[in-house]
């Protein structure tokens, strides 16, 4: 199982990013697909999240209105559109992945390497 994130780099304030998460070893289309971040000396919190089907979405409060969660089942990849940009997006960011079986309630998850977001004039 892989989870691959890319996309991430230096971005000035009001910028933007587009991060993407590479999945394989699982089947993807199954998963409930998530972005976290952790900025330095802070505890990992939910970004954005998106269904298994793509049709359902949520956000953190922080950034809602300027990020937009997708994924194409197809390809096996999930996106971040980060837009306008603040410093206070700084941090890395991980791929998330998470499935709970309707019959057992048994529940799998992945989680990818992270990637870097500097947002800095």
């Known amino acids: 199982v892989q989870l691959v994130e890319s996309g991430g780099g230096v971005a000035q304030p009001g910028g933007s990013l587009r991060l993407s998460c590479a999945a394989s070893g699982f089947t993807f289309s199954n998963y409930r697909m998530s972005w976290y971040r952790q900025a330095p000396g802070k505890e990992r919190e939910l970004v954005a999240t998106?269904?298994?089907?793509?049709?359902?979405?949520d956000y953190a409060d922080s950034v809602k209105g300027r990020f937009t969660i997708s994924r194409d089942n197809s390809q096996n990849t999930m996106y971040l559109q980060m837009n306008s940009l603040k410093p206070e997006d700084t941090a890395v960011y991980y791929c998330?992945?998470?499935?709970?079986?309707?019959?057992?309630?048994?529940?799998?998850?992945?989680w990818g390497q992270g990637t870097q977001v500097t947002v800095s004039s």
């Open positions: 998330y992945a998470n499935y709970k079986n309707p019959f057992t309630q048994a529940v799998r998850d992945y």
């Open positions: 998106i269904s298994s089907t793509g049709i359902s979405t």
